[in-house]
């Protein structure tokens, strides 16, 4: 991979900070090992459909993989899915162990993949659903559509924070809501 360009931005060592302090060690290396088993589904895809990495920006959303080269809808589809498709693979391999740790990463894991299909964007489950709108709206429509979706995911994200009294679960939903809505700090 010469000539890989890898950036890491400060939004991304705030969230690190913010697990570490939240969870620890062990919630803050769960959450990158999650993170990393969704990349690898996201990279294999790309692989198969002959896509080129060009760079990968580590940012406040996770990780983000620059790639080029001509890829069919379906191809951009599968990209796309792949991640949370091995997220969740990897959350249903950690559950078959009887270790703590990796029972705590298969949740970690499958709460990540969960969240990340919420339709919001730029999250995985945000682009999948602007495909699938796109296929019977203008993109404008589709983009207004999600904006109103994501608001919604992050009312709830935070109401439920705030029900069960946790602060990660309601920054989640504002960090969510300002996502959908401020396409610039996509």
């Not at 705590?104 to 969240?115: M, N, S």
């Amino acid at each position: 991979m010469a000539g890989l360009a890898l950036t890491v931005s400060p939004g991304f060592v705030l969230l690190a900070a913010a697990l570490y302090f939240l969870g620890g060690v062990g919630a803050l290396a769960a959450f990158l090992a999650a993170a990393l088993a969704h990349e690898l589904g996201h990279l294999t895809a790309m692989f198969l459909a002959g896509a080129a990495v060009r760079g990968i920006r580590i940012t406040a959303c996770g990780p983000v993989i620059e790639y080029g080269g001509v890829c069919t809808d379906r191809e951009e589809i599968g990209i796309v899915a792949a991640g949370p498709l091995a997220g969740l693979f990897f959350a249903v391999l950690c559950f078959l162990t009887d270790v703590p740790f990796l029972l705590y990463t298969g949740a970690v894991a499958l709460l990540a993949t969960l969240f990340n299909l919420l339709p919001v964007l730029p999250m995985d489950g945000g682009r999948l659903a602007k495909y699938a709108l796109e296929t019977v709206m203008e993109p404008r429509t589709a983009d207004a559509v999600l904006r109103v979706t994501g608001t919604l995911c992050a009312i709830g994200v935070l109401s439920t924070g705030i029900c069960i009294r946790s602060i990660a679960a309601a920054a989640a939903g504002i960090w969510m809501g300002a996502l959908a809505n401020f396409p610039a700090l996509r």
